[in-house]
Structure formats: structure tokens, C-alpha cells
């Protein structure tokens, strides 16, 4: 059955009612998509069909035909998002990683912090608490780091000061 | 539904019923792929009606201005249902279909008032969508009958929806709620009994200016929910009845 | 002195780039020539013995494994040894393993049909009424009778916690390979491959040669890929052997969350003796916990569970007693947190309680009762200046407005509240002793690869030690390698657990680097191996000097060193539905050192997460002993929409004895949501004393006032 795969005509000869998921991995060698649960809650399968990101663990073959799939292969490492995200922690143990990142292409250049939350609801990552992921995105849509809400950035305090501060708290209270 | 093994299983965004498919809870060798299928996209207007096509994904209804303006409580709906890459592929018409008591449209077209659109070699025919359910994911549809499209007559009043889930994104509603304000207000509930309810009861005493407690207390007759592995009968029962009171105090019905 | 290049710094992860791009290979991705699919056959009923098997297939291609086929002893060696790997005849839990299969064809290894008969016993799901237990302690200071005695009131609380599934996102998996008849090598998502070496020893009668070991990049663990992969890597290798073919083993979700090991769950009671002014005089806990149907680490979860459970307070009476006990539930096992989640839950819970019964401000009942440098633990450790109970607690207050807060939000249907906790990092007293953890350090052209059993799982091991490595010989970052966590080519480093890989085998590294950087001299490495060959060097844990503990007694210094934090969550309840949002998190850690900011701000976050679906979402719905909710659709966990922002203040106070300052991290983030998230709703007008607190049971809790 004849489809796009990554920006090539790709004919593939698998059962219709084959998993999407499990064409890729096996019959194309593409083991970047990844099976989480096998039933669409988390992502980790996810793919883009015609650009819009699904889990591909619940599309049957058949229905791709004559539609245009990406997968992390795809991106070609060379996506900003695959960059950022090693750099800003985005990915911890990586299983989510790659349907995380294609949700995140999906979401278009410059997603607020209600896009992110909202895009990529469905999908699930148990490593990061999701905060590097937002951070990840922000760094690759140009925008600072640590703007993702003014009030409760998150601050790595090694300044010098405030160990001197914490210190000396200590000495004065040594006594009970 | 079509539950006989030598019958075509229709196919659609599968997000429901491939699953069951691959656990292997649900045997079925022979499939109509309808995904492809134009004709059974798209929204539009017909005769006065919205005319939603059964295949129209969630993410379509979202994106579709005639829908925001004239059903914004279907468009509610539809984003709350699971995450992005289920509402790229579910479709309206699998959620009716698929006849779960829990699907978060079908408050929304019970209220609503829509007519299914049922098509077949023999030819076409409307259902009301409110007798479309005959028990527990059983429906009037007959085996060799496919859902082609909904249609909507006009409304009047404040549109109002809400689902009740386990969490925030990606989950099954134990409790949700379409409502249409109005000197006759129209209220209908889902996960609470074994099919979508119209509540009629409440309705008509909300209409005859009976107190929320009241409602409430008719409502309560009109339910019968359980408990399962995700909530309690009883939480459902007391969050149903806040929810009435929810929807009539936020669009000014009664008080 | 060591330079200070990548300590301290965001260097990019080692592993990074293939995880962004899919080349990372995780062990379903591995592929095998002649490969078979395994799949375990499994009891269904909770209690009883099997009275015969029926094996309703065509055997034509298949190959059978039951207990008869195990040439060693049929046992999941671990700390005790009462798990069978393949069950005789008795049965203890649902899901219990019986027999396993292997076919070429997944279709029709699915479709075997396999009915096993029962004599069915009567199971037993209560852990109070159980009468096996697997571990008992008991740990004493004082005379709690007499700190009793001494109080103007006393307090009593009962808290309980329940199962919480550790949810990686990629399931268990093993591919094993034989070798003959005589070895095998085991592929597989694991944290310790030197238990699963241990184990796969003792079920096949192997020596240490003929087994070998191999962690493949592994999708998350949090405890839950500690012990487990013993059990299915002596599946697949029994497979594997009888059928002289490679065989891969993988889990689907449902299988995992049905059979696999879930955080104890526990009931834990308080009764504490305080004076008016918030002095506690007396800590009197007992608690309960279920270990499901085999030991595992019970022993271990229980201890930890206990050192933690007075909470980061000084008290002079201490009684605290424990009991893990038998179920017929699944065994529960390591995560996260190890026992110390669910006590300081309870710990954390009743102080506020204490507060509100005293009519005092619950951060002045802290600040009074709160470890200070000198102060003595219930086992009779004494603090050093590596204790930062009031800093953590001052710092989260101070920022976060708590005080204002907790005036303004009262009666909103808002709510604020706050937990401090602490967290040993390494294993407990003797523990380390008994590990004797290796690292190694062999010489590269460019610099050094490291070769340690410690796993990478997500934590950033390789990143990390790493940094140590290269700024301790004096080489760029980009000098050092990583050796796969391979039994055949690196030293036993101990678990990947326990909060100890950077504490632990960081400063093992350290000293590996160090020895090395003197061997070279002046010579760069190049020139050394040119002129003497190929060099690695080895150090071993020496304990420290002046750390003492009595197994017997449960005295002395239980952790070499803690961490310290603070957790403040603001909450709002819906009047409606009763669900609880978390609508602020910050949290404050003192960790000594952050080798890497980022990892370490990363374990916090993401371990606050998990705290939190411990805390509100995550229920295990036991049905008939078995988890009814085995399916992701089913068991929750936090959304991105569930999830707040998370505030992470990183307080530093480096540890002398921890490389470049540094202490553990992974496992503390992970105590204090809960406590502080139901601080929070108590705030806000309800007292659940359970976890998970789900909208059911605030709507039942909101209905007993």
C-alpha cells in the first residue's frame, strides 16, 4: 500500500487491520515510535498523519494510504525541538520523548503555556513533572526560558549570597 | 450495534473500538473502513438545519465556526474528549455509535434534540437521537445500517456542558452534562444510567418554576447510576445534583 | 584540586541526542535472528493450589517451561528467598507465574489456550488481620511512657496510604540469549543488572561467567525496574535455554500494572505527647504494611519507612514499632521514596493536626520541634551541619507568602499547606558495607571511560558521573565515556536505587579519578597508554570512619547523610464535584551539591509530580486481590493539565564526604506533595486522613463533619 513515509513514497505490504504503530517499527525499521499502553492514553506512539499528530497505535493501515506520515526519523535531528530539548532537560529517560516532540511540532511556533498544556494533554511523561518539556518548547520557539510564568519561575539559588545567608542563619540559631 | 460476527464491523477513527480489538475483548474478522469516505464528512447547513457529518472528527467540530456559533456545547465537548490525538481521528458518529453510556456528545445531542441519519442499501431514514438507545450499547439502528450524518434543528438559550472525570485531560466522564437555558430548559446526563438520559422530569419542574431542590429531587429519580471501578453511585448521584443547580445558577434558571 | 569545568554546569546529556532522534534503543527495539516470543501463564485465583494444568494447543512449535525445567533453585533470589519463579503447586496471588510459553508466531502464542484447576483456599487481604509477617522492627529512644507522661496533651491520628503503580512509560521487557546449555545473556529495561546476574545464578545453578547481564537504554524505573526484572529475566531464560533459541519476554501494560511489584501500601498510627507550646515530648507510631504475597524488599521498605517516620523532628521519648505483612495480593516492592513517602504522609498529616488542636501556627509547631545540627535521631544518630531542617522551612515559607496566605485563604474553599521532610541518601546503616560497590575508570586516548553498574534510567547517571569524572582528572567532559551497564564488563556498583548513584558511586568515581590523575603524573593519557598500555583502576566503598549501626538493636547513624526540603501547595476544592486542583507548588531542596542543575531540578520536579498523582490520583482499585484498573485508560496519572507549575528553589550546602559536595536527590522530591496537598484541603475545610484523596472520599469526608 502506497503512502508518504517521512517525505518518500513508501509501499508497504502489511495487513490492513495491522497496527499503524507496529507497521512502522517492524516492517519499516522505524523502532522511534514507541508502545506505552496499546490503547491511545499516552502518546508515546504518537505520529504525525497529514500533520496532525495521533497515536498511531490506533490507526489501522489501511487508513494511511495515500497520506503523509511522519515520524521522529523524520525531523532528521535537525528540528530546534531536538536540540532544546537536551539541552533544557526536556527528555529524561526518552520513551515519551519522541511522541512528545511531535505533538510539540504540532503546536506551531510560539505556544503560550495554555497551548502547551493543552497540546500535549495527551501525552504522558512520568520523568519530568512536564516543566522541562515547557521549557524545552519555549527555548526552541526563541523565547526565554524561564519566562513561562512571571511569578513562580523557578530559581536555582547557588548564588554565593544566599549560602552565606543560610549559613549564617544557622550560626546564630545554635543555640535552641 | 452491529455486535453480529458475520456482519461488517464499520470503521471510523477507531479510537474506540480498536482497542478492544487489540486486547483481543472484541473478535471481529471483517471490516468496512470508512475513513476515507467524504460524504460522510463535513458540516454544513440544510434546510434550516446543521447538518453534521458522522465522520466530522473532534477536532473538525472544534475548528468549524457554523458549529461554534449555532452548538458551542458540542464544541465544549469535543475538547474535553481525551488529548489532541484522539480528537484528530474520533469521530462524532463512532461516539454515538460505539453507545457507550459515558460518551460526552451524546448529552449534547440529546439535548439538542438530533435527528440521526441512518443509511442503508435499502435507503435513508431519521431517528430521534433521544429513542436512538433501546438499552445498554444497544441501538434502533438496524445491522446493515450505517450513521451517516445528525441534524440539528435551531436553538434558543444559553448552551451549557459539563464533563466530570477522573482528571483534567484524556478521561471517562462519571458525570456529564448538556444543558439549554430557557423558559423551557432541557437538561441531559451521561455515566449515569445505562444510556444517556433526557431529563424530562427535571425539565418539566424546572419549566413550572419548581425549586432547584426540588429539580434535584426529580432529577435523582430520573438516574440510575453505579458504582464501577472509576467512582461511586452515590458520588455520582450527589455530583448530578449539583450540577442541575451548577447549570440553573450559572445560566440564571430559577434559583 | 580538581578543576571545577562541568561540575556545576548544564553540560548537555550523554544520551541526549539519541533520545530526541529514536536511534536510543530500548530493549523491544532490539532485534534478534531466530527470535521467540514468550508469554507468561499465570494464576487466576489469589490463594489456593493447583491441581492440574491443561494445555489445550497444538504443541507443534511451541516450547513449555514449568517449575520441573529449572535447574538451579526454583527461587527469585533477593533478600529472602520464598518467591517462587515458577509456582509448584501453591499459589499466593493472582497473577502468581505457573508456566511459560514460547512460540515464533505471536498470533498463536496468543491464542494457546492454557486452563489451569484449582483447589481454592481462602485468601486473606487484610495485612492487620495477617498472621505471617515478614519483617518486624522496633526502634527505641528514651521512655516514650514517661515523654507521655510529661505532655499537657496527648494526640492521636491513624493515616493511610494506599498501592501507587510506578507507571513508566515503557514496560518490562527482557530478550534472553542462549549460549549452548550452559550460558545465557539477558538483555533488558532493569536498574541492577547484578541482582538480576544474582538471580538468574541461583534459578539456573549458573556461575558468574555463564550469566551475563546487559541494561538496555531503559524507559523510566522509579523502583519499579529494581527487583522485578529478576523474575522476568529467569522467565526468558529458561525459555531461552530449553528452547535453544533467543527469546524476548515483554510486557503489555495491562500485564504490568496486573502483575508486577506497586508501592506498599500502609496504615500508620500516631500517638504523640506535646506540650501547649508545640513541644513534642513524645512520638509513639505503629504501622502496618502490606507486603502482598512475598517478602521482596518488605524488610528493607519497612526500615526506611520507619527511620523516617518521626518525621524531621527531635523528640526525646521515641517508640516507633512496624510491621510489613503478608497478602494475597501481588508482592509489593521499591518506589521512589522506599517506605519514607508513606510514613512521612502520616508524620507530615498529624503535625498539622497537632498544630490545629493547639490552636498554634503549623510552621511555629516545625520551627520549634525541626532537627537542628547537634540534635539526636530516634535511632541515636547525631546531625552535623549537613542538616538544614530550618532553612528549607524558612525559605519555602518566606517565599511563598505562607503565613499572609494561610490567613487569606481560609474559608475560600482554598487551601495552603506545607510538609518538611528528609530523605537518607545511600543505603541504610550497614547496607553499604555489605554492597562493598566497585567503580572503575579505564584510561582512553582521550580521557577515561567509566564502568560502573549503575543505570541510567532517565536520572542522568551517565551525565552526572561523568562530570565527576572529567573534572576530577582534569579532561572535558567530552574526554569521559560511559560503558554500558554490562555484568561481563563492569564492576558490581550496587542498585541503582536507594538514592545513593551520585553520594555512593559518584565519590567511588571520584576517588577512581583521582587515582588515576595521580598515576598519570605529568604524562597525558595518549603518552601513558603508549609507554605502559592499557590501565584501569578500581575503588571500592570504604565506609566512613565514624558511622555506626547496630543491625540488631536498629541504632546508630542510619544514612551517612540526608537531604532536607519543603513543600508548600495551594490547592482550591470544587464545591461541585469535590476534585482538588493544585493550583501552586513550590518546593524547597537542600541537596549539599548540584553536580548537574538541571538533572537535579529535574528529579525534584518530576518526583513532585509523581507525589502529587500519590496524592489525588493514583488509586489501585483491588478487586478479589487483583488490581481491577490494569489499564492506562483506568489507573491516572498526571496530565499536563493536572499538573501546576512547579517552583524549585535549590538551597546549597555542600557535604563534605559527597563528590564535589553533593548528596542524593532522586528520591526525596517524592515525600512531602502528599502531606502538603492534604495539608492543603484540611486548610481548606477537609480532614481526609487517606491517600489517595480522591473526590469520592472528600465528598464522603466533607458529609462526616
Known amino acids: 500500500m502506497r503512502f508518504t513515509l517521512n517525505g518518500k513514497r513508501a509501499d508497504v505490504r502489511a495487513h490492513p487491520m495491522a497496527r499503524l504503530l507496529d507497521v512502522l517499527r517492524e516492517d519499516c525499521h522505524l523502532t522511534g515510535t514507541k508502545e506505552g499502553c496499546g490503547e491511545g492514553e499516552c502518546g508515546a506512539c504518537t505520529v504525525l498523519i497529514d500533520g496532525l499528530p495521533v497515536n498511531s497505535c490506533l490507526v489501522p493501515f489501511a487508513q494511511v494510504k495515500g497520506a503523509r506520515v511522519t515520524t521522529i526519523e523524520g525531523l532528521g535531528g535537525k528540528h530546534p525541538l531536538q536540540q532544546t530539548f537536551v539541552e533544557h532537560g526536556g527528555a529524561q529517560c526518552g520513551i515519551c520523548t519522541p511522541g512528545m516532540i511531535l505533538a510539540a511540532v504540532a503546536l506551531g511556533p510560539k505556544p503560550s503555556l495554555a497551548d502547551m498544556q493543552s497540546g500535549l494533554a495527551g501525552n504522558l511523561c512520568r520523568c519530568t513533572g512536564y516543566s522541562a518539556i515547557y521549557r524545552s518548547i519555549r527555548a526552541a520557539s526563541g523565547h526565554a526560558t524561564e519566562r513561562v510564568k512571571a511569578r513562580t519561575t523557578s530559581r536555582l539559588v547557588s548564588k554565593p549570597d544566599v549560602v552565606r545567608t543560610f549559613r549564617s542563619a544557622l550560626g546564630k540559631r545554635r543555640k535552641r | 450495534m452491529r455486535r453480529d460476527e458475520e456482519s461488517l464491523m464499520p470503521l471510523a477513527g477507531c479510537t474506540d473500538v480498536y482497542v478492544s480489538l487489540n486486547f483481543g475483548t472484541l473478535k471481529q474478522t471483517r471490516f468496512m473502513n470508512l475513513w476515507r469516505l467524504k460524504e460522510l464528512r463535513g458540516v454544513d447547513r440544510r434546510d434550516g438545519r446543521l447538518r453534521i457529518g458522522a465522520l466530522t472528527t473532534y477536532t473538525e467540530l472544534i475548528r468549524s465556526p457554523l458549529v461554534t456559533r449555532t452548538l458551542p456545547m458540542l464544541v465544549a465537548a469535543a475538547r474535553q474528549i481525551g488529548g489532541r490525538q484522539i480528537q484528530h481521528r474520533g469521530t462524532i458518529g463512532g461516539n454515538v455509535a460505539n453507545a457507550s453510556p459515558a460518551g460526552d456528545t451524546l448529552p449534547v445531542l440529546a439535548v439538542a434534540d438530533a435527528m440521526v441519519e441512518l443509511a442503508s442499501a435499502k435507503g435513508t431514514r431519521e431517528v430521534p437521537f433521544t429513542s436512538f438507545y433501546t438499552g445498554y450499547r444497544q441501538t434502533l439502528a438496524r445491522a446493515d445500517e450505517l450513521i451517516t450524518a445528525f441534524y440539528i434543528p435551531p436553538l434558543s438559550g444559553t448552551q451549557w456542558f459539563r464533563k466530570v472525570g477522573t482528571r483534567a485531560a484524556q478521561a471517562i466522564s462519571k458525570v456529564v452534562v448538556a444543558g439549554i437555558a430557557g423558559d423551557a430548559p432541557r437538561l441531559a446526563a451521561g455515566s449515569i444510567a445505562p444510556t444517556v438520559v433526557r431529563l424530562i422530569r427535571t425539565e418539566a419542574a424546572l419549566a413550572a418554576g419548581q425549586t432547584i431542590d426540588a429539580a434535584q429531587r426529580v432529577m435523582l429519580e430520573e438516574i440510575a447510576p453505579i458504582d464501577d471501578i472509576r467512582s461511586t453511585a452515590e458520588y455520582r448521584r450527589r455530583v448530578a445534583a449539583n450540577l442541575v443547580e451548577q447549570f440553573c445558577r450559572e445560566t440564571k434558571t430559577r434559583r | ?705
Open chain 3, 1 to 705: 584540586m580538581p578543576t571545577r569545568r562541568a561540575v556545576g554546569t548544564n553540560v548537555l546529556r550523554k544520551d541526549g541526542a539519541e533520545k530526541v532522534t529514536g536511534r536510543a534503543r530500548y530493549l523491544d527495539d532490539l532485534r534478534f535472528p531466530n527470535l521467540l516470543h514468550g508469554r507468561t501463564i499465570r494464576s487466576t485465583i489469589p490463594a489456593g493450589e493447583i491441581a492440574g494444568i491443561r494445555c489445550q494447543f497444538d504443541p507443534k512449535g511451541f516450547t513449555s517451561v514449568d517449575y520441573r525445567d529449572i535447574s538451579g533453585r526454583n527461587v527469585v533470589a533477593l533478600i529472602e528467598e520464598d518467591q517462587p519463579c515458577l509456582a509448584e503447586r501453591a499459589v499466593r496471588h493472582v497473577a502468581e507465574p505457573v508456566m511459560l510459553l514460547a512460540h515464533a508466531d505471536r498470533d498463536r502464542l496468543a491464542e494457546a489456550s492454557v486452563e489451569i484447576d484449582y483447589r481454592p483456599a481462602t485468601p486473606n487481604y487484610d495485612p492487620e488481620a495477617s498472621t505471617l509477617s515478614f519483617k518486624r522492627i522496633a526502634i527505641d529512644k528514651g521512655n516514650v511512657e514517661r515523654g507521655l507522661a510529661e505532655a499537657d496533651r496527648v494526640i492521636q491520628g491513624e493515616y493511610r496510604v494506599g498501592h501507587q503503580e510506578q507507571l513508566y512509560i515503557e514496560p518490562n521487557g527482557v530478550i534472553a540469549v542462549p549460549d549452548g546449555s550452559r550460558a545465557v545473556t539477558v538483555y533488558g529495561s532493569m536498574q541492577c543488572p547484578y541482582y538480576v546476574h544474582r538471580a538468574l545464578k541461583v534459578l539456573l545453578g549458573f556461575t558468574d561467567d555463564q550469566v551475563r547481564v546487559v541494561q538496555t537504554e531503559t524507559g523510566g524505573g522509579f523502583g519499579g525496574k529494581e527487583e522485578y526484572p529478576s523474575m522476568i529475566a529467569g522467565h526468558a531464560a529458561l525459555l531461552a535455554l530449553k528452547a535453544g533459541r533467543p527469546v524476548k519476554l515483554v510486557y503489555d501494560r495491562v500485564e504490568d500494572l496486573l502483575a508486577t511489584t506497586k508501592r506498599h501500601p500502609a496504615i500508620i498510627r500516631h500517638r504523640t505527647g506535646v506540650k501547649r507550646d508545640g513541644r513534642l515530648t513524645a512520638i509513639d507510631i505503629d504501622a502496618v504494611f502490606d507486603g502482598g504475597a512475598y517478602a521482596t524488599l518488605s524488610a528493607v521498605v519497612l526500615s526506611r519507612g520507619l527511620i523516617h517516620a518521626t518525621g524531621p523532628y527531635r523528640c526525646d521519648h521515641v517508640r516507633i514499632r512496624g510491621r510489613a505483612m503478608m497478602t494475597n495480593t501481588p508482592p509489593n516492592g521499591a518506589f521512589r521514596g522506599f517506605g519514607a513517602p508513606q510514613t512521612q504522609f502520616a508524620a507530615e498529616v498529624h503535625i498539622d493536626r497537632i498544630a490545629d488542636e493547639l490552636k498554634l501556627d503549623p510552621v511555629r509547631v516545625r520551627e520549634i520541634n525541626a532537627f537542628r545540627p547537634g540534635d539526636v535521631t530516634a535511632t541515636g544518630q547525631t546531625l552535623g551541619a549537613d542538616c538544614s531542617a530550618l532553612a528549607v522551612l524558612r525559605e519555602a515559607v518566606k517565599r511563598t507568602n505562607f503565613r499572609k496566605k494561610r490567613r487569606a485563604l481560609k474559608g475560600t474553599g482554598r487551601g495552603i499547606g506545607l510538609s518538611l521532610f528528609f530523605h537518607g541518601s545511600g543505603f541504610t546503616g550497614s547496607g553499604e558495607v555489605k554492597l562493598a560497590s566497585r567503580a572503575s575508570l579505564a584510561l582512553t586516548e582521550r580521557g577515561a571511560r567509566i564502568l560502573v553498574a549503575s543505570t541510567e534510567i532517565g536520572q542522568g547517571t551517565r551525565t552526572m558521573l561523568a562530570q565527576i569524572a572529567a573534572d576530577t582528572l582534569g579532561v572535558p567532559y567530552d574526554a569521559i565515556g560511559v560503558n554500558e551497564a554490562d555484568t561481563s564488563a563492569v564492576p558490581d556498583s550496587g542498585p541503582t536505587v536507594a538514592s545513593r548513584t551520585c553520594m555512593i558511586v559518584g565519590r567511588l568515581v571520584q576517588q577512581a579519578a583521582a587515582d588515576l590523575k595521580n598515576r598519570l603524573g605529568p604524562l597525558t593519557p595518549t603518552q601513558y597508554l603508549r609507554k605502559h598500555g592499557p590501565l584501569t583502576v578500581t575503588a571500592q566503598y570504604q565506609k566512613p570512619g565514624d558511622i555506626a549501626w547496630d543491625d540488631v538493636t536498629y541504632r546508630g547513624d542510619a544514612y551517612e547523610s540526608y537531604g532536607w526540603a519543603c513543600d508548600v501547595v495551594e490547592v482550591s476544592v470544587d464545591p461541585v464535584t469535590w476534585q482538588v486542583t493544585p493550583t501552586a507548588f513550590t518546593t524547597v531542596h537542600e541537596i549539599g551539591r548540584a553536580i548537574h542543575p538541571g538533572l537535579a531540578r529535574g528529579q525534584i520536579e518530576g518526583g513532585s509530580a509523581q507525589g502529587i498523582g500519590y496524592a489525588i490520583l493514583e488509586e489501585v482499585v483491588m478487586r478479589d486481590g487483583r488490581m481491577a484498573n490494569n489499564q492506562l485508560t483506568n489507573y491516572i496519572i498526571p496530565t499536563t493539565l493536572d499538573t501546576p507549575n512547579l517552583d524549585v528553589v535549590l538551597i546549597e550546602n555542600p557535604y563534605p564526604r559527597g563528590p564535589f559536595g553533593a548528596k542524593g536527590v532522586g528520591e526525596m522530591p517524592i515525600d512531602g506533595p502528599a502531606p502538603a496537598v492534604v495539608n492543603a484541603i484540611r486548610h481548606a475545610g477537609v480532614d481526609v486522613r487517606e491517600i489517595p484523596a480522591t473526590p469520592e472520599k472528600i465528598m464522603a469526608a466533607c458529609a462526616s463533619r
